[in-house]
């Protein structure tokens, strides 16, 4: 089922924000009133209609994702990636011990739900819970993921658990600036373009300028009810096609008061 392939596009919405003074007549940001420090995501799994998105089991899921990639026999889908492409199991399986042993970033894999197969990877990182921040990253999908309803329908999974079960303020989405696919994607699933920081890395000896996206806590609601419009089983054709791209659900978030 093929993915929305609409161009970038960004949320547009107006914001009438009434900007607080301290008592020294300074503008100082808006209260966030009766916060606390949110919970780490839980290492359970998220699971919907055509995906389940489980915590990592490198001795269980290596070997499905692994055979899943070779599917991509050039490696591009590794360009932007720290790591890979990788030439022998032993390689993918070492590299991929190293990104899960750790607390951060927390590692998922994406079950297709119709074959049982370990088709992708995707990681909650630089988790933030005293200031309500998380991002998203480590994103491998295998071609038997890519441009699916299930690619994006696990995207949707782990926006649900930062927002609505932990009730995170802010999730993260960076990518090299010459990463088109990744940053149509983004733009796709609702992030908004924060801007460029530029040499902000260097990896597989070359520079790299970073793309800032995120989506907040308050454009999250009209986020969900357009994900769940567009992957109802009725938005979709015999073959698979949608009937309507993800943008067409997608609502003006109401203006801040």
């Not at 919907?48 to 599917?71: G, T």
């Not at 995707?122 to 999908?141: C, K, M, Q, T």
């Not at 609702?190 to 520079?207: D, L, M, P, S």
């Amino acid at each position: 089922m093929p993915e929305d392939s609409s161009p970038e596009t960004h949320l547009s919405y107006n914001i009438a924000v009434i900007q607080p003074v301290n008592d020294l007549g300074q503008p100082v940001g808006r209260p966030v009133d009766g916060w606390t420090p949110r919970a780490v995501p839980p290492r359970t799994p998220m699971e919907a209609r055509l995906s389940i998105v489980v915590p990592i089991d490198v001795s269980l899921h290596a070997k499905e994702l692994y055979l899943a990639s070779l599917d991509d026999p050039d490696g591009r889908s590794w360009t932007y990636l720290s790591d890979g492409p990788f030439s022998t199991f032993d390689a993918y399986q070492r590299w991929l011990s190293r990104l899960s042993e750790r607390e951060d970033p927390m590692v998922h894999v994406v079950i297709d739900r119709r074959s049982g197969a370990a088709v992708g990877i995707a990681a909650f990182l630089r988790i933030d819970p005293s200031h309500g921040v998380i991002e998203v990253g480590h994103i491998h999908y295998t071609p038997l993921l890519r441009k699916s309803a299930a690619a994006t329908e696990a995207m949707a999974l782990m926006m649900s658990r930062v927002f609505d079960e932990l009730g995170y303020r802010r999730y993260e989405w960076k990518c090299d600036s010459l990463n088109a696919p990744s940053r149509k994607a983004a733009s796709r699933l609702g992030f908004t373009f924060e801007g460029v920081f530029r040499q902000a890395v260097v990896y597989k000896g070359r520079n790299r300028d970073t793309a800032w996206y995120s989506i907040l806590d308050r454009e999250w609601p009209s986020m969900r009810e357009a994900f769940t419009r567009w992957l109802a089983p009725e938005n979709f054709d015999e073959s698979g096609r949608q009937r309507q791209r993800l943008k067409e659900f997608v609502k003006p978030i109401p203006m801040m008061e």
